[in-house]
């Protein structure tokens, strides 16, 4: 692990520039910071702090922008996350710094072949797994929304503890648990109740796939 690299990678997302500022965002010393660059190792709960601070999640990804004079209104630009993997099948937690390549595509391709009808959050990543086959396999690419307004029966990347997943949601507000359910009958439901709430982040709901040839 470059812990230095990654360190840096962090400051850049949560905007700050220096070891001071993350070691204050963290809640610990700056020494800390400089033994874990020293000896090139975060330790584990820290670096679980870290990840559950950087969830992936609408908050904290970049938005999306048009950044060339040559985009139009029939370009749209989408944020691909060549790093991040939502695990179809028992997670994996994703140690990227998180940084976006900008791809731009021609609304009317999203529109009429992908059938995407909101452009301003949407994102790219990959699949790993075969839990949610058949409607997405293993090295797939999906478009997903930013938004945590998913209902029933929705398929959605989810963060449970650090890990990213692709799963279809269940869920019961009124009772306090939600389910997340795998298409392939070999891969057991998630399911999460009362305090276990806190540790979910829905990031998105799967608008379209890719698939490659």
């Known amino acids: 692990m470059d812990v230095r ?35 090139d190792k975060i330790p584990e709960k820290w670096d679980w702090k870290i990840g559950q601070m950087s969830k992936v999640d609408q908050q904290n990804l970049p938005i999306a922008t048009s950044a060339h004079p040559e985009d139009d209104e029939n370009t749209v630009a989408l944020n691909y996350y060549p790093d991040i993997v939502a ?9 990227s710094g998180f940084r976006p390549q900008i791809m731009r595509f021609d609304r009317r391709f999203l529109e009429q072949f992908l059938n995407v009808r909101r452009f301003d959050r949407l994102d790219i990543i990959t699949v790993f797994g075969n839990s949610m086959e058949p409607f997405v396999s293993n090295g797939e690419t999906v478009i997903l ?30 009772n306090r648990w939600v389910k997340f359910l795998s298409n392939n009958n070999e891969y057991d439901e998630i399911e999460l109740k ?5 540790h979910v982040t829905i990031i998105g709901i799967v608008r379209a796939k890719i698939r490659p040839f």
């Open 145 to 174: 929304e930013r938004t945590d307004d998913a209902r029933n029966g929705e398929t959605v990347i989810a963060n449970i503890n650090g890990d990213i997943y692709i799963k279809r949601i269940k869920k019961d507000p009124l």
């Open 5 to 39: 690299k990654k360190l840096d990678e962090i400051k850049d997302l949560w905007g700050i520039d220096t070891d001071l500022e993350l070691a204050d965002k963290l809640g610990t010393a700056k020494h800390n910071i400089d033994s874990w660059i020293k000896r």
């Open 194 to 198: 009362g305090k276990d709430l806190e």
């Open 87 to 95: 695990a179809a099948g028992y997670g994996g937690i994703n140690e």
